[in-house]
């Protein structure tokens, strides 16, 4: 199985900040790499597919680069309503594994 | 826009099965594919297997093999998850999502989820 790992596991940051989250997975997944956020008691939300496309309907104030096994998702400016757990996703072989989660909390 | 309309929470004994639904309301299968995560209280995303209704295609992971039923209904346009031989380590929300099925696939609409106890 394909493992994984996200940095940091917590994340305390202000309204307006820059945020950047990390993925590493344990052999190359090439581009195929997703990101999510969760919002207490709500399914996860798509926001990035294919480790830099910007999924519909999401604000251009993230952002997802990378290839092979080293990813990163940015906030260029946190709003409140981005205070969530983020999780990456890789889809290139089964089982489908997703990183154990960054979460974004309030400094 | 496709919905997918998740059956509700349910309690069961240990050693019992539990089947869950979820339909996708307002869409057809067509060649995607719809794949079940489960979230155990407080803990990460599992993924459990996926099934393409279209091609009948259907995979699970080694750690379910023998343990998961995924099918699915063409006419209903609705999926099932099938658990057996719960314990409280099956204690968990389970959320049918659909995949993009083209590569890089991703999980783009996920269901509300349901919520399965297992208690004696």
């Known amino acids: 199985d394909i493992e994984m790992t996200q940095s940091p596991p917590s994340l305390p940051a202000s309204v307006g900040d820059r945020v950047t989250i990390t993925c590493r997975a344990s052999q190359s997944v090439s581009n195929y790499l997703n990101w999510y956020h969760q919002k207490p008691g709500k399914a996860p939300e798509l926001l990035i597919y294919?480790?830099?496309n910007l999924q519909s309907g999401v604000p251009s104030r993230f952002s997802g680069s990378g290839s092979g096994t080293e990813f990163t998702l940015t906030i260029s400016s946190l709003q409140p309503e981005d205070f969530a757990t983020y999780f990456c996703?890789?889809?290139?072989?089964?089982?489908?594994?997703f990183g154990r989660g960054t979460k974004v909390e309030v400094k | 826009q496709v919905q997918l309309v998740q059956s509700g929470t349910v309690v069961k004994r240990p050693g019992s099965s539990v089947k869950v639904s979820c339909e996708a309301s307002g869409g057809t299968f067509t060649t995607y594919t719809f794949n079940w995560v489960r979230q155990a209280p407080g803990q990460g995303l599992e993924w459990m297997g996926r099934?393409?209704?279209?091609?009948?295609?259907?995979d699970y992971p080694q750690i379910f093999q023998g343990r998961v039923i995924i099918t699915a209904d063409k006419s209903t346009t609705t999926a099932y998850l099938e658990l057996n031989s719960l314990t409280s380590d099956d204690t968990a929300v389970y959320y049918c999502?659909?995949?993009?099925?083209?590569?890089?696939?991703?999980?783009?609409?996920w269901g509300p989820g349901s919520l399965v106890i297992v208690s004696s």
């Open positions: 996703q890789q889809t290139y072989g089964n089982p489908r594994t």
């Open positions: 999502t659909r995949g993009t099925g083209r590569p890089p696939e991703a999980f783009d609409i």
């Open positions: 294919g480790a830099s």
């Open positions: 099934i393409i209704p279209t091609l009948n295609i259907i």
